[in-house]
């Protein structure tokens, strides 16, 4: 059984810094992206950053360019969300997803790939 396992989210205030982790539990042969989401309440689920195997840049959202950094290490199967410059519109549920068991009725779509596999979220809160 394939497990997404976040970690990293917390408090910090304005300007702060965080890094969120993802770890598989084990690596599904088909998945070939991993992507970053968040989350506000009452607000749809957005996607951050977007990371492919076979070394291709990861993808970002306008609204973190700059200040988010994702990457993966393959040795340990764990993705990173290096969130620098943190700000208030920050504050939400993150989520790393897989591209993997996309359901019948669909994925969600960020960065060419179609994420269908969640893990239970982080939260990150930025507030002064």
């Known amino acids: 059984q394939v497990q997404l396992v976040e970690s990293g989210g917390g408090s910090v205030q304005p300007g702060g810094s965080l890094r969120l982790s993802c770890a598989y539990s084990?690596?599904?042969?088909?998945?070939?992206?991993v992507g970053w989401f968040r989350q506000a309440p009452g607000k749809e689920r957005e996607g951050v950053a977007a990371i492919y195997s076979g070394g291709v840049s990861p993808y970002y959202a306008d609204i973190v360019k700059g200040r988010f950094t994702a990457w993966q290490d393959g040795a340990t199967d764990t993705a990173y969300l290096q969130m620098n410059g943190l700000k208030p519109e920050d504050t939400a549920m993150y989520y790393c997803?897989?591209?993997?068991?996309?359901?019948?009725?669909?994925?969600?779509?960020?960065?060419?790939?179609?994420?269908?596999?969640w893990g239970q979220g982080t939260q990150v809160t930025v507030s002064s």
């Open positions: 997803a897989a591209d993997y068991k996309v359901p019948p009725s669909g994925g969600r779509w960020f960065g060419g790939c179609e994420f269908g596999y």
């Open positions: 084990a690596h599904p042969e088909s998945s070939r992206c």
